[in-house]
């Protein structure tokens, strides 16, 4: 299986989504039938080193925000499509229904077998805001 994951928001230097990718990264070393890809956002196209061990995040073009400037905010989906079209992932991962849940759908279904995107947007962002 190759598990292609990507992830539109992340910082190198700490956060959950970082977390996530590292706890992944560690289930994926003890299952080398399997492949695990991860796309985020860096400075440019590329990779990323989270120091940790773990293997190297692809990385697309992506903006900083945020005060610290130390999230960025992927903005290259092309990166995507060029990662699905050479590694035929089996499954697409994908953590938002803003960006990269966009990008997804416009894949040729003949490329993409299966997707999934895990998020809450209704009760992390518009609840709180409806209270």
């Given amino acids: 299986m190759v598990f292609f994951d990507v992830n539109s928001f992340l910082s190198q230097r700490g956060g959950g989504a970082r977390t996530y990718h590292i706890k992944k990264s560690e289930w994926f070393g003890h299952h080398p039938e399997h492949k695990y890809i991860v796309l985020g956002p ?24 945020g005060k610290s400037r130390n999230y960025r905010v992927l ?16 499954i ?25 995107w895990h998020s809450d947007p209704h009760t992390a962002y518009l609840e709180p805001w409806a209270r």
């Avoid at 860096?42 to 925000?65: F, V």
């Fill in 92 to 116: 697409l991962e994908i953590g938002d229904p803003w960006l990269s849940a966009r990008w997804a759908g416009r894949l040729p279904r003949k490329i993409l077998r299966t997707s999934f």
């Fill in 75 to 90: 903005v290259d989906p092309w990166a995507a499509e060029r990662i699905v079209r050479e590694e035929h992932p089996s």
């Fill in 42 to 65: 860096g400075a440019g196209r590329g990779r990323l080193e989270l120091g940790d061990g773990s293997p190297p995040i692809q990385t697309g073009i992506g903006i900083p925000y």
